[in-house]
């Protein structure tokens, strides 16, 4: 059974910086592209970040480049998300994400194309 589990998630002030993990197990990973995704009540899920298989290759939405690093180790099978500089419009939950064959690339993930596999989600809350 595959399981995508996410950590990491909490209560921090304006500014603060978070870094949140997702580590796959049931399946290595190492093979495919990774997403982290958002979700606030009452909208529809958003692209934050996605990464290659490699690390070589990162895809961001735009309000979060600058702020927002994706890696990943995959020895370890996991996914990280840096997040520092956070903003209150930053709180949500956090899910990541992968696809289902691995010919998906950041890009596909961007345009929410080939998800599989989903986290139960990481709550993060940003105060003023």
């Known amino acids: 059974q595959v399981q995508l589990v996410e950590s990491g998630g909490g209560l921090v002030q304006t500014g603060d910086s978070l870094k949140l993990t997702c580590t796959a197990f049931?399946?290595?990973?190492?093979?495919?592209?990774m997403g982290w995704f958002r979700q606030t009540p009452g909208k529809e899920r958003e692209f934050v970040a996605a990464?290659?298989?490699?690390?070589?290759?990162?895809y961001y939405k735009d309000s979060v480049k600058g702020r927002f690093t994706i890696s990943r180790d995959n020895a370890k099978n996991t996914v990280y998300l840096q997040m520092n500089s956070l903003k209150p419009e930053d709180t949500a939950v956090y899910y990541c994400?992968?696809?289902?064959?691995?010919?998906?690339?950041?890009?596909?993930?961007?345009?929410?194309?080939?998800?599989?596999?989903w986290g139960q989600g990481t709550l993060v809350t940003v105060s003023l």
């Open positions: 049931g399946r290595t990973f190492s093979d495919y592209a």
């Open positions: 990464i290659d298989w490699s690390g070589g290759s990162t």
């Open positions: 994400a992968a696809p289902s064959t691995v010919v998906a690339g950041p890009m596909d993930l961007g345009e929410y194309k080939y998800l599989e596999w």
